[in-house]
């Protein structure tokens, strides 16, 4: 925010015709560290990016689009998915594009397309400043806690936790040529038994709260929902167990905190 801040003055100065003696020097100075990861970006396209991840009715990016970012190791290429991820990967595609899509194995039907078997999967994801990391990379498990928001059974938008369990580049041939899209794997958590414990822990008795909610330790099934989009990362939360006991028994719930997203715009 200090930077931020003290970029507003500058452009401020600069803009406001009075004459000055070497600021110009100071907006173009190149970024260092952190912040220098998103120089290379307009704040055009990070605002793109973020609209993409909270306004996901009206979002058109589908997985091959540019991201502030880019897909870091460790990584393995050419990884072979399983018959169920096929599965899951016909599943997406079809729901992203008007076309007919298949597994190799599967019955060819007409103007269908065969999706490819093989996948380059990857530890981490950075997006803009920010590392998203994975359970594929033990080194950033700590990372790998992530929100997104869906679209539920009833026409509303939903935020949901989940754990990221690899990032992935996948490339299919649409009927315009190959195109590389960039994708996460994600366990997604249920909610609390008790859709009271859902939402928000009390500050003593004056109906204050705080922004941690309560969810399952357990993950959903996996589903077609588990491929999304790295776009589609809303933000990082940080987990912690809590239990709640009484004479008969206690309950163990996942608090959540979620993480303010760290975007540098220049």
């Known amino acids: 925010m ?7 003055r500058i452009g401020s100065i600069i803009s406001s015709g009075v004459e000055t003696k070497g600021l110009e020097l100071l907006e173009s100075r190149p970024t260092v ?3 220098s990861a998103t120089d290379q970006f307009s704040s055009d396209e990070i605002e793109r990016f973020w609209y ?4 996901i009715r009206e979002s058109l990016a589908a997985g091959p689009e540019q991201f502030p970012g880019e897909m870091q190791g460790p990584s393995s290429e050419n990884i072979i998915l399983s018959e169920s991820k096929l599965d899951l990967m016909v599943t997406y ?3 992203t594009y008007p076309y007919n899509f298949r597994k190799p194995a599967d019955d060819v039907l007409h103007d269908s397309i065969t999706i490819r078997v093989k996948m380059d999967q990857f530890g981490r994801c950075r997006i803009g400043s920010e590392i998203f990391g994975s359970t594929m ?3 950033h498990v700590k990372s790998s806690y992530i929100v997104a928001n869906f ?4 026409g509303e938008v939903d935020c949901y936790p989940g754990q990221v369990q690899y990032y992935f580049k996948h490339i299919v041939d649409l009927p315009d040529g190959p195109s590389e899209h960039n994708l996460a794997y994600v366990r997604w958590y249920q909610p609390a038994t008790s859709s009271k414990n859902r939402y928000y822990f009390s500050i003593d008795d004056d109906e204050k709260t ?3 909610e309560l969810w399952d330790t357990d993950f959903y099934p996996e589903s077609r929902d588990c491929i999304i989009r790295v776009h ?5 939360f940080v987990p912690v167990k809590y239990k709640t006991s009484s004479q008969n028994n206690a309950v163990e719930y996942l608090a959540i905190n979620q993480i303010n997203r760290k975007l540098h715009i220049r």
Do not use: E
């Open 2 to 8: 200090r930077r931020l801040t003290n970029d507003n």
């Open 33 to 35: 560290g952190s912040l």
């Open 52 to 55: 993409n991840s909270i306004n």
């Open 93 to 95: 595609y079809s729901d």
């Open 137 to 139: 990379s033990m080194r």
């Open 151 to 154: 679209i539920t059974a009833d």
């Open 210 to 212: 705080c922004n941690v």
């Open 232 to 236: 589609n990362n809303l933000s990082r």
